[in-house]
């Protein structure tokens, strides 16, 4: 399934090619709650500075199962370490105590395109801070069924309208109507955004109507502990 990426080589080194179920899974979780790092180089050059890239996946104590479980599909493909990821302690706002766990993939020349893709590359340049994520215009491209599985787990929680409704808070109201709108074009899912008033912000809400068709797309690719983000019968 995957390749023996060696550890002893530099990122700019790593270059492909890559599994194509990973790539959906980077995608599908670049549109939830992974980010995209580009590990920065002491030069000159200012393109090179940007250095390479690798993918951060980070998730609340909650859902260790889920991130164990993307965890093991990185790492039994070579494209992170074999190191199982471990709970660390974080003090939050308020002193509030909370334990959340995370694990980085290798570093990738050959995932520069990834970052450019959700990244404002002329942001970086300015030397802005990283993590304002855009929604690439080809995004429609790259939206497999795995992809949107990713996504729900990552985004996804249910409505007592009996819908999913994904949190798009971080994005523009573009780009959360491409995105609703992709869903409907190229899945056949019914959806309407919602403003969060409180802070101006939209979400997407999945009919639902539309309940049978996606769970019948995305049940295949699900993490068994996150089938309680999905209205079915079991």
Known sequence: MGFNWSFKLKGEDRIGPHNQDILSIIIGSLLG?????????NTKNEIKK?????????????NIEYLMWLWKKFSESGYSSKIKPKLTKVIGKNNKIYYSIKFHTLTFSSFNWIHTFFYPPQEL?????????????????????????IWIMDDGSKSQGAGIILHTNAFSYVDVNRLSNILQSKFGLKTNLRLIKKNNQWVIYILKESMPKLNEIILPYMCPSMLRKLHFKR
């Open 33 to 41: 709650d992974a980010h995209a790092e580009r590990r920065k180089f």
């Open 50 to 62: 940007l250095g390479n890239t690798r993918i951060t996946f980070h998730q609340s104590s909650e």
């Open 125 to 149: 340049l300015k030397g802005s801070k990283e993590g304002i994520k855009i929604i690439p215009q080809e995004i429609e491209n790259y939206l497999t069924p795995l992809a949107l599985a």
